[in-house]
């Protein structure tokens, strides 16, 4: 409906504002030559009277009737009338039925004329010129019919001629806005099917005409991206917390269950108690993680970018964990120049990144294995590192591991939330960086890649 | 010392009310924001706990309306909204701590503590000597029974921290903000490790025991 409507309306439009305006130039055009011919007529009929008054003064008033005669023999539809009035006879002669003569050019009316009763078309407009002669007088009318015809005539083929254009500007007009209104209708649709549920329905893109129509569909079709992934990340937000906290709820529970069981045959409840607590922190840590990932990947929350020193921040990094990693009998080495380097990026996830991947080497590796972190930079390519000897990632499972809750060991372990990498891999994501996991023979080798921007 | 809770939940405030008295505080609990903000006007308190989502008016309009009247009393925020941008916020507003839900309640006790006895840093100081223990804050030297001991940067800021607040327990998230600058639960014993370190060089070898584990709520150290 919206199409039809849409573009006959355009079509209309166009095609009366085509009429309107041509008629006012048929109509100024018909009124000049009106005039031009009404001109031309008195002209005509000055000219013939002088003929008959030239005529009368040297052949004299036989000659005079003479040409009367001829002229009206020409003209017997009675498109020319003329009448002579002879003062020495006192007479008339002619056909023109006027009984008061006189001089110059006049517009005169007859209302009924004999010799014109076939001429339905006739209108009684004539136009005269008389002349006053020493001897008479002459009067010679002419029938404006012509003119009348002339510009029926003139605007009958205009007429004509508008009506084909008018049905041209129409199909134009109407195929135009058609195009226009079929793209309209293809995003109404998609808006429809949007709300109907649907949300992987797109806007069709043509590439031919780059104009608001294909702007706003590209817009549409961009918010509807952000709004599909925002809506999937909801949703994988509801399912990851349905599939990992359950699990520790149920366990929760179950101990509770024990503890209120038991209550009162004199076991001590105390242990069981603060492993519900740990195990109470764990859950909370993993909701922690899931929303904070979810944040992160779905962009609700402005991260800011600044330009950071990555060297300084990977020494850091490395003080902190270094004792960490000699106490569980695992040996973290750096390897980074002391100089500036900075990127764009946020202080605290950027942290958090770094120190995720160390943590994964420490829970990933047997005692004594062997983690480098290292900061390289190549013209514009800046690579933080951590690398490890440990039993490394199957090239198979590389694309595995940075789902969520994808763990290698089906055995969980209690303080990992197998969100880990997900969380490194969203952060990555966020900061533009690329995250790469190679084989480091044997071990892992995480690579974080920022081109570093000019500023 | 009061403290004014406002918090909707009512078993949450039973429980943290609780605590707070058993912990020798007189307290006054309010539901919602707008009790909290005519409470506070009209009785003067040490410090403000209020939860972030409150009915009437939340707990940052609150925390902004006591700050345009002037009233400086330290606020501390309890929320479940606990990503740094909402940290940020809130600090922004006003308040002094913010702790994200759920906690332990030794964390909030100790973080009351530091808030309360807030130390005054005076700018002149410039040594410290509490225990036995000496540290020079300019020339970074520490020394105990005139022994000099030398620490990395990271266990110098930690011993500084701990000294600074002396008798009072540090939580580890405290710690690990104050001296790492880490707002997320790491996966790793850092504060331990480091802690254990410390010790390893200030107490050990005196057969002292200067920095003390609060069993499940922190350290301290002990002057």
């Known amino acids: 409906m919206l199409r039809l409507s849409s573009s006959l309306r355009f079509a209309l439009i166009i095609t009366m504002s085509f009429v309107v305006s041509t008629w006012l130039a048929t109509y100024v055009a018909v009124s000049i030559q009106s005039k031009e011919l009404k001109q031309r007529l008195f002209q005509d009929t000055e000219y013939l009277a002088r003929t008959l008054a030239n005529n009368l003064s040297n052949h004299g008033v036989i000659a005079l009737k003479k040409q009367i005669d001829d002229q009206m023999s020409f003209n017997q539809d009675g498109s020319i009338l003329i009448r002579f009035w002879d003062k020495q006879s006192n007479s008339v002669y002619g056909t023109l039925p006027l009984a008061t003569p006189f001089s110059g050019p006049t517009v005169i009316n007859i209302p009924y004329l004999q010799s014109s009763t076939e001429n339905e078309e006739n209108d009684g407009i004539y136009y005269a010129y008389g002349i006053d002669m020493p001897n008479g007088k002459i009067v010679v009318a002419r029938s404006g019919r012509w003119v009348t015809d002339t510009q029926e005539l003139f605007s009958q083929s205009l007429m004509a001629g508008l009506g084909c254009a008018m049905v041209v500007i129409a199909m134009i007009a109407f195929l135009l806005t058609q195009k226009g209104a079929r793209r309209l209708a293809n995003i109404d649709s998609v808006l429809k099917l949007i709300a109907s549920g649907d949300l992987s329905a797109r806007c069709q893109i043509s590439g031919a005409s780059k104009d608001e129509l294909h702007i706003v569909a590209i817009r549409i079709n961009s918010t509807l991206d952000k709004l599909e992934g925002s809506i999937s990340n909801l949703q994988q937000v509801s399912m990851d917390i349905a599939h990992d906290l359950r699990r520790p709820l149920t366990r929760l529970r179950l101990r509770l269950e024990q503890v209120l069981q038991n209550n009162g045959t004199n076991q001590p409840i105390e242990d069981e108690i603060s492993h519900s607590i740990v195990e109470l922190d764990q859950l909370s840590a993993t909701f922690d993680a899931i929303l904070h990932l979810a944040q992160i990947e779905s962009g609700s929350q402005h991260v800011v970018l600044e330009p950071i020193d990555i060297s300084a921040l990977c020494y850091d990094i490395y003080e902190t964990f270094e004792p960490v990693f000699e106490d569980s009998g695992r040996r973290l080495k750096l390897s980074c120049s002391t100089s500036i380097i900075t990127i764009n990026a946020n202080y605290s996830l950027l942290q958090q990144a770094i120190v995720n991947l160390l943590e994964n080497a420490l829970r990933h590796t047997p005692p004594g294995s062997n983690t480098l972190l290292s900061l390289q930079q190549e013209t514009d390519i800046i690579s933080i590192i951590v690398s490890d000897d440990g039993p490394g990632i199957p090239k198979h499972e590389r694309e595995n591991v940075l789902k969520r809750f994808y763990q290698l060991d089906e055995s969980r372990t209690s303080d990992s939330t197998g969100l880990g990498l997900s969380l490194v891999s969203a952060i990555i994501h966020r900061h533009e960086a690329e995250l790469r996991l190679l084989d480091n023979e044997p071990g892992l080798c995480v690579q974080l890649i920022f081109s570093s921007s000019p500023y | ?223």
């Open chain 2, 1 to 223: 010392m009061k403290i004014l809770y406002a918090e909707d939940d009512s078993d949450t405030a039973t429980y943290v009310s609780h605590g707070l008295k058993e912990a020798g505080y007189q307290i006054d609990v309010v539901a919602d924001g707008k009790q909290a903000i005519a409470l506070a006007t009209m009785h003067r308190y040490d410090i403000y706990i209020l939860d972030r989502m409150l009915p009437s008016v939340d707990g940052l309009s609150a925390v902004k309306s006591l700050r345009m009247a002037k009233d400086t009393t330290p606020v501390i925020f309890l929320s479940g909204l606990g990503s740094v941008n909402n940290r940020v916020d809130g600090l922004k507003a006003g308040a002094d701590d913010y702790l994200v839900k759920p906690f332990a309640m030794s964390e909030l006790l100790a973080r009351i503590e530091a808030i309360a006895r807030r130390p005054v840093l005076k700018q002149e100081t410039t040594t410290l000597s509490l225990g036995g223990v000496c540290v020079d804050l300019l020339s970074r030297e520490v020394h105990r029974l005139g022994e000099k001991i030398t620490l990395n940067p990271k266990e110098f800021a930690l011993l500084v921290y701990l000294m600074q607040r002396p008798n009072r327990i540090q939580t580890k998230s405290m710690i690990l903000d104050a001296i790492w600058d880490i707002h997320f639960d790491p996966k790793t014993s850092i504060v331990e490790t480091h802690i254990s370190r410390l010790r390893a060089k200030i107490d050990k070898p005196f057969g002292t025991q200067n920095i003390q584990t609060s069993h499940g709520a922190g350290y301290c150290f002990k002057a």
